[in-house]
């Protein structure tokens, strides 16, 4: 019954939307039971709650993936940041050492 109510909402019948309660009661016949507006409703809302779980499995998984990713890309800008922090620390000493012996050669500390 689940899946026929599934294609019967797919295909676009969804009764009249006069609200809540609105569609007549189910008629019984001798093919089985014809779905009223209520059954037809909450079928619809099965469906909707089906891709919404599949479409938050799918959010989880991309959202796994762009961690790893990132992770993968903050631990190579670390090494590079690192690397030249090591460069610029090094120059900035090659300079300050420099600029004390102009100025002790300036003011003829040696």
Known sequence: MK???TSY???GSFGSGRG???GP???YSSGGVKPNGLEIRVARLEVIAEHTQRD????KTDVRELRK?????IGAL???VRTDFRVMFG????????LAGLMAKGFGWY
């Open 3 to 5: 899946y026929a109510m």
């Open 9 to 11: 909402i797919l295909s």
């Open 20 to 22: 809540l309660w609105s």
């Open 25 to 27: 009661p189910a008629e």
């Open 56 to 59: 938050i499995s799918e959010l």
């Open 69 to 73: 990713e990132t992770k993968a890309e």
């Open 78 to 80: 670390r090494t590079e």
């Open 91 to 98: 120059a900035l000493i090659t300079v300050a050492l420099g």
